[in-house]
């Protein structure tokens, strides 16, 4: 079965840029027409979407993070990574990447990796 | 975009029934049958409970049942348990192809 394992950097320095990196084994990326999204959850708060993107590359992103966000996918690593710039406080939060199926829901999703922003 | 609203909490006997609404418009919950809920214990991943409004994967208890009509869905537990205490959580597919999710609802059990 598909499983889902984010790795990166735990610690950023504010205004420089987040990078996150999910690995998915059990199964190729490439099979299937999935979407893959990046949603974050705050400590304490609810959970908020990204973006996502499809293996062809195409890619859709959460209005309010659009400018500073930049998702990517390497088929050869069976990776998707999730690129934010220009990072403030507000950005530290658990980080989760998931697989988006074809019936617009999350499943599985990554235990997630919780990155800190601060000097 | 905005979050869907959820109510903070809602709590139950064991063996009572409880729902959770998740109110959008009809750009995201009214627009589509593309909403889903997923069940968050404190420190885990959340995990898929119900998709496409009111289908439950493989492995999701009966006790729970999803529905929508207009603008609001819906999540009831049944049967509550102490085991269905947890954060719940909507979301929903967009007009503009994006995801929104909602709140957030804690659910405790008396």
């Known amino acids: 079965q598909v499983q889902l394992q984010e790795s990166g950097p735990r610690l950023v320095k504010p205004s420089q840029t987040l990078s996150l990196t999910c690995t998915v084994s059990g199964g190729s990326i490439s099979s299937g027409s999935y979407y893959w999204s990046w949603i974050r959850q705050p400590a304490g708060k609810g959970l908020e979407w990204i973006g996502r993107?499809?293996?062809?590359?195409?890619?859709n992103y959460n209005p309010s993070l659009k400018s500073r966000v930049t998702i990517s996918v390497d088929m050869s690593k069976n990776q998707i990574s999730l690129k934010l710039n220009s990072v403030t406080a507000a950005d530290t939060a658990v980080y989760y990447c998931?697989?988006?199926?074809?019936?617009?829901?999350?499943?599985?999703w990554g235990q997630g990796t919780l990155v800190t922003v601060s000097s | 975009q905005s979050a869907l609203t959820q109510p903070a909490s809602v709590s139950g006997s064991p063996g009572q029934s409880i729902t959770i609404s998740c109110t959008g418009t009809s750009s995201d919950v009214g627009a589509y049958d593309y909403v889903s809920w997923y069940q968050q214990y404190p420190g885990k991943a959340p995990k898929l409970m119900i998709y496409?409004?009111?289908t439950r994967p493989s492995g999701v208890s009966n006790r729970f049942s999803g529905s929508k009509s207009g603008n609001t869905a819906s999540l009831t537990i049944s049967g509550l348990q102490a085991e269905d205490e947890a954060d719940y959580y909507c979301s929903s597919y967009t007009r503009s192809s994006t995801r929104v999710f909602g709140g957030g609802t804690k659910v405790t059990v008396l």
């Open positions: 998931a697989r988006d199926r074809i019936t617009l829901s999350f499943d599985p």
């Open positions: 993107i499809h293996i062809s590359g195409s890619t």
């Open positions: 496409e409004v009111t």
